[in-house]
């Protein structure tokens, strides 16, 4: 009979074992506010809180960073467009200014050539030519455009062009520019057409 017993016991506290007990009450999962909580909240180890701030601070820097570049970058836009269009009115306004300096010269072109033609007195055209010459030669070098000088003095590669030679049996000639065939031009020092000329050279 004891046995019989404690195997019923035993049967009885297996069965029981198979429970389990939720608790239902709806306060048991509410938060200070009386708002349900349906997940547990999240809590991460501390270390790991802290690289995840670290994170986060380092990202916000980093769009801050790419914000100012971005606005620093249209700024220097800006500038450079202005200055490009500042220069280019400035230029517009140094080429408008040396056109209206050759006005004149093409005025007395043409009335050199109407007087010639009128009067046919060549003399009158030749003298005309002349003074509107020196009034061009005039208006380029105010502008810093000057002649190469080629008169009495030995040819210069730098600035001269050998168009012809003649030869010369005097060694204190040889090289010696003899003739200016077509002026040649400087503009503050850097060439713009060289001089070409005739030299002398010693015939061997």
């Known amino acids: 009979m004891s046995a019989s017993k404690n195997k019923d016991d035993q049967a009885e506290h297996q069965e029981t074992s198979k429970f389990t007990v939720s608790d239902r009450r709806h306060w048991a999962h509410e938060d200070e506010n009386g708002a349900l909580n349906s997940e547990p909240e999240e809590r991460l180890p501390s270390y790991v809180q802290q690289l995840k701030d670290q994170a986060e601070a380092k990202d916000k820097q980093l769009r801050e960073y790419i914000a100012a ?7 220097t836009d800006e500038i450079r467009v ?11 306004q140094i080429k408008a200014d040396f056109f209206k300096k050759l006005i004149p010269i093409v005025d007395n072109f043409k009335r050199a050539i109407d007087s010639a033609q009128s009067s046919a ?3 009158s055209l030749k003298t005309g030519i002349e003074i509107t010459h020196s009034q061009l030669l005039n208006t380029l ?12 003095r030995k040819f210069n590669p730098q600035t001269d062009e050998a168009f012809m030679t003649e030869d010369t049996t005097d060694p204190n000639r040889d090289n010696e520019i003899v003739e200016e065939l077509e002026s040649g031009y400087l503009f503050k020092d850097k060439l713009l057409k060289p001089a070409k000329v005739k030299v002398a050279k010693l015939k061997q």
């Open 69 to 75: 570049y971005k606005a620093k970058t249209a700024e």
């Open 82 to 92: 202005r200055l490009q269009k500042e220069n280019e009115n400035r230029l517009e």
């Open 121 to 123: 007195d060549y003399e």
């Open 141 to 152: 070098k105010e502008s810093g455009v000057e002649t190469i000088p080629t008169s009495g």
